[in-house]
């Protein structure tokens, strides 16, 4: 196997797909990537077991082959070879007379162009035992503007869990009725939802006549975003129990949840007693003023709501207090309530308008928060015991 590339097209490449790489045990089959040339064609894949990532880019000189290789150290090759272009040569390990095993070893050279780039040498595997991306039909994939699905993602995804124990919890609920396309986040304690028309109808339902919800493992989402480069549109489709994302010279395919996911339309409240518009970035600086005297994992604030003022403070055992006022044009009952000040941070960090409007009833029911120029949007946050 032999091909030469844009050193940028790897190191780009790889750093995309370095996220399924598993981190912690490097002599796993899964600490490596798969490296397939066809046709003047490269293309790196790695693999979780339930998801998995394909990157295609040209290559030039090449011979037609496959193998796999350590993923981190080819990402630190590509990162620190000082040339424009890597040349990369793998010949296979001739095997002795004794050895009778099917596997199949390679000697690998890497080197750059130019007298001032090193000549790296390593070894690689026989892919046999490598996982392969899924394929789906064309015909099967539904295509959305990567803008939209990736704004969609940033105002949904830092609310979802990272507890094991609630599994189904721990993605992103999709759903799709024509023309319409719902991303859900929540973790139990908080919630994020947004809607958007999209330019064409999507099918998240693949060949089942069954009705069922498609949730995302986070892994695989990261994986997205990160794929979601400046192609102009993302196609995306369903086959049996997986995933299906293409973005330009990417793919993704990934396990999708088991489980029912809940329905979060429940947990809105459908009216608000007290309501009230406020500058994102006043109340959000606020917070995280105040959040230095509160600690994890509770992070708990005080807000107290009377006529034209807004009070936050956080009061911490053996840490300190803190407390601030802000304006709001508001006038009726007074409310205190108490809330983990992060996850109202979260919200406030992942919106670009200038103002929210917020919505509460009382201190046991959530504190509702919209977006003053995205009708659909709409995230809450649980109270806390003060």
Known sequence: MKFRVSKDSI??????????????????????????????????????????????????????????VRAKKLSEIAKQLNSD?????????????????????YNIQIEGTGTKAAKFRMTGGDRS?????????????SSIPTNIISEMLQKTM???SHE??????????????????????????????????????????????????????AKAVRELQRILDADDTMNIGIEQRDIFFRVGDAELSSRLLEGKF?????????????????????????????????????????????????????????????????PVEYKGEELEIGFNALYLTDILKNLNCEKINVELNDSSKPIVI?????????SLVMPMKI
């Open 11 to 68: 190191e780009k490449s790889m750093s995309r797909i370095e996220a399924i790489v598993p981190a912690r045990d490097m002599q796993t089959l899964l600490s490596n990537v798969l490296l397939t040339l066809d046709k003047n064609k490269l293309s790196i894949t790695a693999s979780d077991m339930e998801s998995t990532v394909k990157i295609s880019m040209d290559a030039a000189e090449s011979e037609n082959g496959q193998l796999i």
């Open 85 to 105: 272009e890597l040349v990369f040569n793998a010949k296979t390990v001739e095997k002795d007379e004794n050895d009778d095993s099917s596997e199949t070893y």
């Open 129 to 141: 035992h490598f996982p392969d991306l899924n394929k789906i039909e064309d015909n099967k994939l």
């Open 158 to 160: 830092y609310s979802i």
């Open 164 to 217: 094991d124990n609630r599994y189904i919890y721990n993605g992103i609920y999709f759903s799709a009725n024509g023309s319409k396309l719902t991303l859900v986040g929540t973790d139990g304690r908080r919630l994020a939802a947004v809607q958007r028309d999209v330019p064409n109808p999507v099918n998240l339902a693949g060949d089942s006549e069954e009705e069922y919800d498609i949730v995302v493992h």
């Open 262 to 326: 809940p329905d979060y339309k429940k947990v809105i409240p459908e009216t608000a007693e007290i309501k009230f518009s406020i500058e994102r970035k006043i109340i959000l600086d606020a917070l995280q003023q105040i959040m230095v005297m509160t600690e994890p994992p509770s992070h708990q604030v005080k807000l107290f709501l009377t006529n034209d003022n807004l009070e936050i403070s956080a009061n911490t055992p053996d840490v300190g207090e803190a407390e601030i006022s802000i």
């Open 370 to 378: 919209k977006d003053n120029d995205d009708p659909g949007f709409v």
